[in-house]
């Protein structure tokens, strides 16, 4: 484990330890030698910022708390640490964890039941992860997907307020207009809403949730069916893609990539 005498105010990485984090990570590839050193300039402030702890008997090594910091600070290379503020916890779980829910249906009745998830980040609360599943921006090449990204950008969703797909636009950027932004985000929104209820529509009755064979399915879409649910996890979604394989997202929904673009002040497919 890092050594906590070394969290402030930043954490020093050890070259071999991050180099081969890097390496590990495909889709950071595309940074140059400058974002790199802010990268790790960044993920060294988040280990110092951050408590991170393992759970469900998780060991928490150095090269997992590095690997989720590499992650982590990606979406904020140039908007800053600030945008994490205000929650100090990170758990990590050796795979997906159980959480309660409740339900309350069109009669008034609630239903309680338990659901287990990758990932969940609550609002001035801790960021839960787990680590099987945020290995999986390592070993899924092609797939659109981080659940380390998706989970902090729910964090940065959450600095307003509430989760809803429109954060707050603060220094540097300010410039954007949050009409538009809602504008443009419910139109790619909807229209995916509807390309997942067509697939889902011409899914045979009986087919296994869980197989390849209804997988399928869904392959052609640019990320996750999952962004359907509402604005909040499509915003979420839609940033793993932008970050990991950003290709699909920008031919499938031109306009949303390139607000992304202005708000994250970075374009994985220049230069491309």
Do not use: C
Not at 41 to 62: C, I, N, P, R, V
Not at 253 to 261: H, I, N, Q, S
């Amino acid at each position: 484990m890092l050594d906590r005498l070394t969290r402030s105010p930043s954490v020093v990485i050890p070259d071999q330890l991050w180099a081969a984090t890097l390496a590990s990570l495909p889709f950071m590839a595309r940074l140059d030698t400058a974002e790199r050193a802010r990268l790790r300039a960044l993920a060294g402030q988040l280990l110092a910022d951050k408590q991170m702890s393992g759970a469900g008997g998780l060991e928490l090594t150095a090269a997992i708390q590095v690997n989720i910091a590499m992650q982590a600070s990606l979406p904020v290379l140039n908007l800053g640490m600030d945008w994490y503020r205000g929650w100090k916890s990170i758990v990590v779980y050796p795979g997906e964890f159980v959480v309660p829910r409740h339900v309350t249906d069109d009669d008034g009745v609630v239903h309680e039941y338990e659901e287990p998830i990758a990932g969940e980040a609550w609002d001035g609360g801790p960021l839960v992860l787990s680590w099987e599943d945020t290995q999986r921006a390592s070993t899924q090449s092609g797939a659109a997907y981080s659940v380390v990204i998706h989970e902090f950008v729910h964090k940065i969703d959450l600095l307003n307020g509430a989760a809803d797909g429109v954060p707050p636009f603060l220094p540097p950027v300010r410039q954007l207009d949050v009409g538009r932004w809602s504008t443009i985000l419910t139109a790619a929104f909807e229209r995916f809403v509807a390309e997942v209820e067509l697939i889902e529509s011409a899914i045979p009755d009986g087919l296994d949730p869980e197989s390849d064979e209804e997988d399928r399915y869904y392959a052609h879409l640019p990320f996750d069916a999952y962004a359907a649910q509402d604005e909040a996890e499509f915003f979420a979604v839609s940033s793993e893609a932008f970050f990991v394989e950003p290709t699909g997202l920008q031919q499938a929904f031109p306009e949303w990539y390139a607000l992304l673009v202005g708000f994250f002040l970075q374009d994985p497919l220049a230069g491309r």
